[in-house]
């Protein structure tokens, strides 16, 4: 694996997780903010999905194998996890708020390990951006 795929895959994998509890969450928010808050974390979910196969498809043109199984998931994930059942609609936009802006930052540190792939870099340079008005449109809602 070259540098850049191992940091592709490690970006993988989080965005893979974080759209996993986008659902979870998505699925067990309460509260005066539900419809607001539920509607928003599937646009979230979608705008995940399209960097998680964007990602991906980089892997593979890299000459790489993209691995999104749970068990790796499961194994090698640095978002936080989120707990099961009802979750209150403000904890919910914190949560995400704190989960975006982390992963962002976890990416940005990143750059560095792939500034020889400047195409790699472009697609997290991508991801970070969009991470981060996520994780403002989370936040304006706290204000």
């Known amino acids: ?11 993988l994998v989080d965005l893979i997780d974080l ?3 986008g659902k979870q969450a998505h699925w067990n928010v309460h509260g005066p903010a539900f419809r607001p808050v539920h509607l928003e974390l599937d646009e979230v979910v979608g705008q995940l999905i399209e960097w998680q196969d964007e ?16 068990s790796t998931v499961a194994a090698s994930t640095s978002v936080p996890p989120l707990e099961g059942g009802p979750i209150q609609d403000r904890e919910v936009i914190t949560g995400f708020a704190q989960r ?11 750059f560095g390990d792939v500034e020889a792939d400047l195409a790699s870099q472009d697609v997290l340079i991508g991801i970070v951006a969009g991470l ?7 936040r304006a809602q706290l204000a």
Request: hydrophobic share 50%; aromatic share 6%; no cysteine.
């Open 19 to 21: 759209g996993l509890l």
């Open 1 to 11: 694996m070259t540098e850049s795929t191992v940091v592709l895959q490690r970006v």
């Open 100 to 110: 975006l802006t982390a992963t962002s930052t976890a990416i940005a540190a990143k």
């Open 132 to 138: 981060d008005k996520a994780a403002w449109f989370f």
């Open 55 to 70: 990602v991906a498809e980089r892997i593979s043109a890299l000459g790489g194998n993209p691995d999104g199984r749970a």
